[in-house]
Protein backbone atom coordinates (compact mmCIF):
# COMPACT_ATOMS: atom_id res chain seq x y z
CA UNK A 1 0.00 0.00 0.00
CA UNK A 2 2.90 2.18 0.87
CA UNK A 3 3.88 1.66 -2.59
CA UNK A 4 0.97 2.09 -4.50
CA UNK A 5 0.44 5.66 -2.59
CA UNK A 6 4.21 6.90 -3.40
CA UNK A 7 3.70 5.94 -7.26
CA UNK A 8 -0.04 7.83 -6.98
CA UNK A 9 1.96 11.09 -6.05
CA UNK A 10 4.13 10.62 -8.49
CA UNK A 11 1.36 10.75 -11.24
CA UNK A 12 -0.74 13.21 -9.23
CA UNK A 13 -0.28 15.91 -12.34
CA UNK A 14 -0.32 13.73 -15.30
CA UNK A 15 -1.64 14.75 -18.59
CA UNK A 16 -3.88 13.63 -18.74
CA UNK A 17 -4.98 14.07 -15.17
CA UNK A 18 -5.05 11.21 -12.69
CA UNK A 19 -8.38 10.48 -12.28
CA UNK A 20 -7.73 7.11 -9.79
CA UNK A 21 -4.96 4.71 -8.27
CA UNK A 22 -3.00 3.17 -10.29
CA UNK A 23 -2.96 5.76 -13.27
CA UNK A 24 -1.00 4.12 -15.88
CA UNK A 25 0.63 6.50 -19.57
CA UNK A 26 2.06 5.48 -22.24
CA UNK A 27 2.83 7.84 -24.33
CA UNK A 28 0.57 10.63 -22.70
CA UNK A 29 -2.41 7.98 -23.42
CA UNK A 30 -4.54 6.47 -20.28
CA UNK A 31 -4.41 2.78 -20.13
CA UNK A 32 -7.44 3.33 -18.04
CA UNK A 33 -8.93 -0.74 -17.50
CA UNK A 34 -6.64 -2.27 -19.55
CA UNK A 35 -2.79 -1.14 -17.39
CA UNK A 36 -2.48 -4.91 -16.14
CA UNK A 37 -1.26 -5.31 -20.09
CA UNK A 38 0.95 -2.38 -20.00
CA UNK A 39 3.88 -4.20 -21.33
CA UNK A 40 2.19 -5.15 -24.46
CA UNK A 41 1.77 -0.86 -25.22
CA UNK A 42 5.30 -0.29 -24.57
CA UNK A 43 6.66 -2.92 -26.72
CA UNK A 44 4.36 -1.38 -29.52
CA UNK A 45 5.70 2.30 -28.68
CA UNK A 46 9.46 0.94 -29.14
CA UNK A 47 10.90 1.70 -32.12
CA UNK A 48 14.33 0.30 -31.82
CA UNK A 49 15.77 -2.48 -33.68
CA UNK A 50 16.58 -4.73 -30.31
CA UNK A 51 13.49 -5.73 -28.80
CA UNK A 52 13.80 -7.22 -25.15
CA UNK A 53 12.84 -10.90 -24.45
CA UNK A 54 9.52 -9.62 -22.90
CA UNK A 55 8.38 -8.07 -26.17
CA UNK A 56 9.37 -10.99 -28.00
CA UNK A 57 7.10 -12.95 -25.68
CA UNK A 58 4.21 -10.36 -26.46
CA UNK A 59 4.78 -10.86 -30.04
CA UNK A 60 4.30 -14.72 -29.63
CA UNK A 61 1.42 -14.30 -27.98
CA UNK A 62 2.83 -15.40 -24.59
CA UNK A 63 2.26 -12.94 -21.12
CA UNK A 64 5.26 -12.06 -19.35
CA UNK A 65 3.35 -12.02 -16.20
CA UNK A 66 2.50 -14.32 -14.11
CA UNK A 67 -0.60 -16.71 -14.64
CA UNK A 68 -3.72 -14.83 -13.63
CA UNK A 69 -5.00 -17.68 -11.11
CA UNK A 70 -1.94 -16.39 -9.34
CA UNK A 71 -3.06 -12.97 -9.65
CA UNK A 72 -2.95 -10.77 -6.19
CA UNK A 73 -6.69 -9.37 -5.58
CA UNK A 74 -5.38 -5.57 -5.89
CA UNK A 75 -6.98 -3.01 -3.08
CA UNK A 76 -9.91 -1.01 -4.65
CA UNK A 77 -8.69 2.85 -6.33
CA UNK A 78 -8.02 5.38 -3.84
CA UNK A 79 -9.84 8.15 -4.77
CA UNK A 80 -7.94 11.16 -6.39
CA UNK A 81 -8.08 14.93 -5.06
CA UNK A 82 -9.33 16.77 -8.29
CA UNK A 83 -10.07 20.16 -6.61
CA UNK A 84 -11.22 21.68 -3.41
CA UNK A 85 -14.13 23.85 -2.60
CA UNK A 86 -14.47 26.51 0.21
CA UNK A 87 -17.82 25.78 1.70
CA UNK A 88 -19.40 29.27 3.10
CA UNK A 89 -22.84 29.42 5.32
CA UNK A 90 -25.12 32.57 5.46
CA UNK A 91 -25.65 32.00 9.23
CA UNK A 92 -29.38 33.96 8.72
CA UNK A 93 -30.19 31.15 6.49
CA UNK A 94 -29.10 28.22 8.16
CA UNK A 95 -30.32 29.32 11.22
CA UNK A 96 -33.91 29.41 10.06
CA UNK A 97 -33.32 26.02 8.27
CA UNK A 98 -31.30 23.22 9.62
CA UNK A 99 -29.52 24.70 13.09
CA UNK A 100 -30.18 25.64 16.29
CA UNK A 101 -27.74 28.17 16.42
CA UNK A 102 -26.40 30.26 18.99
CA UNK A 103 -27.03 33.95 19.60
CA UNK A 104 -26.18 36.34 18.40
CA UNK A 105 -26.60 35.56 14.40
CA UNK A 106 -24.27 37.41 12.47
CA UNK A 107 -24.97 38.83 8.96
CA UNK A 108 -21.76 37.84 7.54
CA UNK A 109 -20.35 34.43 5.14
CA UNK A 110 -18.60 32.46 7.81
CA UNK A 111 -16.40 29.21 7.33
CA UNK A 112 -18.43 25.60 6.93
CA UNK A 113 -15.75 23.66 5.71
CA UNK A 114 -12.84 23.05 2.96
CA UNK A 115 -14.08 20.24 0.61
CA UNK A 116 -11.95 17.20 -1.42
CA UNK A 117 -13.45 17.07 -4.18
CA UNK A 118 -12.79 14.10 -6.74
CA UNK A 119 -12.86 14.99 -10.32
CA UNK A 120 -16.65 13.90 -11.04
CA UNK A 121 -17.47 16.65 -7.91
CA UNK A 122 -17.94 14.05 -5.15
CA UNK A 123 -16.72 14.16 -1.95
CA UNK A 124 -13.54 12.37 -1.26
CA UNK A 125 -14.26 9.99 1.10
CA UNK A 126 -12.25 10.21 4.70
CA UNK A 127 -9.52 8.23 6.07
CA UNK A 128 -10.29 4.61 6.93
CA UNK A 129 -10.10 1.40 6.21
CA UNK A 130 -11.59 1.45 3.38
CA UNK A 131 -9.73 4.41 1.92
CA UNK A 132 -6.37 4.21 3.48
CA UNK A 133 -5.22 7.12 1.17
CA UNK A 134 -2.06 8.68 3.02
CA UNK A 135 0.22 6.90 5.84
CA UNK A 136 0.68 7.39 8.40
CA UNK A 137 -2.53 7.37 9.94
CA UNK A 138 -3.74 11.05 9.39
CA UNK A 139 -6.53 10.91 12.48
CA UNK A 140 -6.27 13.11 15.30
CA UNK A 141 -8.02 13.61 18.49
CA UNK A 142 -9.61 17.08 19.91
CA UNK A 143 -6.37 17.49 21.76
CA UNK A 144 -4.15 16.66 19.78
CA UNK A 145 -5.77 18.91 16.70
CA UNK A 146 -5.93 21.73 19.06
CA UNK A 147 -2.20 21.29 20.17
CA UNK A 148 -1.43 21.87 16.23
CA UNK A 149 -3.56 24.79 16.01
CA UNK A 150 -2.05 26.63 18.72
CA UNK A 151 1.10 26.73 17.40
CA UNK A 152 -0.19 29.47 15.10
CA UNK A 153 -1.31 32.07 17.43
CA UNK A 154 -2.46 34.57 15.18
CA UNK A 155 -4.98 31.18 13.14
CA UNK A 156 -5.90 30.85 16.89
CA UNK A 157 -7.94 33.98 17.40
CA UNK A 158 -8.62 33.71 13.20
CA UNK A 159 -10.83 30.53 13.92
CA UNK A 160 -13.87 31.14 16.00
CA UNK A 161 -14.14 35.16 14.28
CA UNK A 162 -14.18 33.39 10.82
CA UNK A 163 -14.74 29.37 11.31
CA UNK A 164 -17.15 29.40 14.25
CA UNK A 165 -19.34 26.75 15.24
CA UNK A 166 -23.03 28.22 15.53
CA UNK A 167 -24.95 25.12 16.82
CA UNK A 168 -25.65 25.90 20.11
CA UNK A 169 -24.09 23.76 22.69
CA UNK A 170 -21.16 22.01 20.52
CA UNK A 171 -18.24 23.48 20.91
CA UNK A 172 -15.83 25.38 17.99
CA UNK A 173 -13.00 22.36 18.22
CA UNK A 174 -15.72 19.72 18.05
CA UNK A 175 -16.42 21.70 14.62
CA UNK A 176 -13.27 21.86 13.43
CA UNK A 177 -12.44 17.98 14.47
CA UNK A 178 -15.45 16.67 12.61
CA UNK A 179 -14.61 18.90 9.46
CA UNK A 180 -11.14 17.73 9.81
CA UNK A 181 -11.97 14.08 10.38
CA UNK A 182 -14.67 14.24 7.24
CA UNK A 183 -12.58 16.57 4.59
CA UNK A 184 -9.24 16.60 6.14
CA UNK A 185 -7.80 13.08 6.34
CA UNK A 186 -7.59 12.68 2.76
CA UNK A 187 -6.69 15.78 1.05
CA UNK A 188 -3.67 17.67 0.01
CA UNK A 189 -2.90 18.38 3.53
CA UNK A 190 -3.52 14.71 5.35
CA UNK A 191 0.27 15.22 7.14
CA UNK A 192 -0.28 19.09 7.57
CA UNK A 193 -3.27 19.98 9.62
CA UNK A 194 -2.20 23.13 10.52
CA UNK A 195 -1.85 24.18 6.80
CA UNK A 196 -5.59 23.15 6.02
CA UNK A 197 -7.05 25.54 8.89
CA UNK A 198 -4.19 28.26 7.85
CA UNK A 199 -5.18 27.51 3.71
CA UNK A 200 -9.43 28.21 4.56
CA UNK A 201 -8.38 30.96 6.63
CA UNK A 202 -6.44 33.06 4.28
CA UNK A 203 -8.76 32.03 1.27
CA UNK A 204 -11.90 33.14 3.45
CA UNK A 205 -9.86 36.09 3.87
CA UNK A 206 -9.69 37.22 -0.10
CA UNK A 207 -13.73 37.11 0.06
CA UNK A 208 -15.54 39.79 1.09
CA UNK A 209 -18.36 39.52 4.12
CA UNK A 210 -21.90 39.35 2.18
CA UNK A 211 -20.14 38.23 -1.18
CA UNK A 212 -21.86 41.06 -3.69
CA UNK A 213 -24.70 40.06 -2.19
CA UNK A 214 -27.47 42.31 -0.35
CA UNK A 215 -29.04 41.44 3.25
CA UNK A 216 -33.13 41.58 2.92
CA UNK A 217 -33.26 40.77 -0.93
CA UNK A 218 -34.72 38.41 -3.15
CA UNK A 219 -32.42 36.52 -6.07
CA UNK A 220 -33.27 34.07 -8.62
CA UNK A 221 -30.36 31.26 -7.97
CA UNK A 222 -28.77 33.04 -11.37
CA UNK A 223 -28.85 36.19 -10.13
CA UNK A 224 -27.21 35.46 -7.43
CA UNK A 225 -24.42 33.40 -9.14
CA UNK A 226 -24.07 36.53 -11.35
CA UNK A 227 -23.59 38.71 -8.68
CA UNK A 228 -20.79 36.49 -7.36
CA UNK A 229 -19.46 36.08 -10.54
CA UNK A 230 -18.85 39.68 -10.76
CA UNK A 231 -17.21 39.67 -7.61
CA UNK A 232 -14.26 37.23 -8.01
CA UNK A 233 -14.65 35.87 -11.95
CA UNK A 234 -15.36 32.54 -11.24
CA UNK A 235 -19.52 31.41 -11.25
CA UNK A 236 -20.05 29.54 -7.54
CA UNK A 237 -22.37 26.84 -6.69
CA UNK A 238 -25.46 28.37 -4.67
CA UNK A 239 -27.09 25.86 -1.99
CA UNK A 240 -30.58 26.09 -0.62
CA UNK A 241 -32.60 25.05 2.24
CA UNK A 242 -36.04 25.79 3.33
CA UNK A 243 -37.29 27.81 5.90
CA UNK A 244 -38.69 26.10 8.47
CA UNK A 245 -41.42 28.36 9.24
CA UNK A 246 -42.22 29.02 6.33
CA UNK A 247 -41.26 25.53 4.06
CA UNK A 248 -42.82 27.69 0.68
CA UNK A 249 -39.45 29.96 1.04
CA UNK A 250 -35.84 28.80 -0.44
CA UNK A 251 -33.21 30.25 1.47
CA UNK A 252 -29.42 30.89 0.30
CA UNK A 253 -28.01 28.77 2.58
CA UNK A 254 -24.54 28.03 1.60
CA UNK A 255 -22.26 29.36 -1.07
CA UNK A 256 -18.83 27.02 -2.43
CA UNK A 257 -16.41 28.73 -4.20
CA UNK A 258 -14.39 26.13 -5.94
CA UNK A 259 -10.51 25.72 -6.06
CA UNK A 260 -7.93 23.99 -8.28
CA UNK A 261 -5.71 21.77 -5.98
CA UNK A 262 -2.48 23.23 -4.66
CA UNK A 263 0.83 23.51 -6.25
CA UNK A 264 4.32 24.38 -5.30
CA UNK A 265 4.12 28.12 -6.97
CA UNK A 266 0.28 28.53 -5.94
CA UNK A 267 -0.46 27.35 -2.37
CA UNK A 268 -3.84 27.95 -1.87
CA UNK A 269 -4.69 26.99 -5.19
CA UNK A 270 -6.42 29.49 -8.21
CA UNK A 271 -10.14 29.56 -8.08
CA UNK A 272 -11.88 27.78 -10.78
CA UNK A 273 -16.12 27.49 -11.85
CA UNK A 274 -17.67 25.47 -9.77
CA UNK A 275 -19.24 22.44 -12.48
CA UNK A 276 -22.65 22.55 -10.87
CA UNK A 277 -24.33 25.95 -10.10
CA UNK A 278 -26.68 25.18 -7.61
CA UNK A 279 -27.52 22.38 -4.92
CA UNK A 280 -29.88 21.26 -2.12
CA UNK A 281 -32.98 22.67 -2.02
CA UNK A 282 -32.04 24.45 -5.19
CA UNK A 283 -33.29 22.80 -8.32
CA UNK A 284 -33.15 25.49 -11.29
CA UNK A 285 -31.65 28.73 -12.10
CA UNK A 286 -34.46 30.49 -12.47
CA UNK A 287 -36.05 29.39 -8.43
CA UNK A 288 -36.21 32.62 -6.24
CA UNK A 289 -34.09 32.54 -3.03
CA UNK A 290 -34.15 34.74 -0.01
CA UNK A 291 -31.06 36.57 1.40
CA UNK A 292 -32.34 37.11 4.66
CA UNK A 293 -30.57 39.32 7.20
Known amino acids: MQLLLQHANETAHLKPPQEYVPWVVVNNQPLRQDLENFGKYVCEAYKGDHKPAACKAQSSGLSPTIHASFAVPQPPP ?89 ILGKSDISFWHDEWTKHGTCSDFAQRPLSYFQSAIQLKKKLSRVMGLTPDSIYTVQQAVNAVFQLIHAYPQISCNRNRTNNRQLLLSEMYICYERPTSSN ?9 HLYHGQCNSLSDIISFPR
Open 78 to 166: IPVVGFYKLAVQWPPSVCKSTLNCKKPIQPEFKIHGIWAQDAHDRPVPQYGPRNPCTHPNPNLDKKKLEGWLRRDPVLWVDLPRLWPNL
Open 267 to 275: LLGTLKNCS
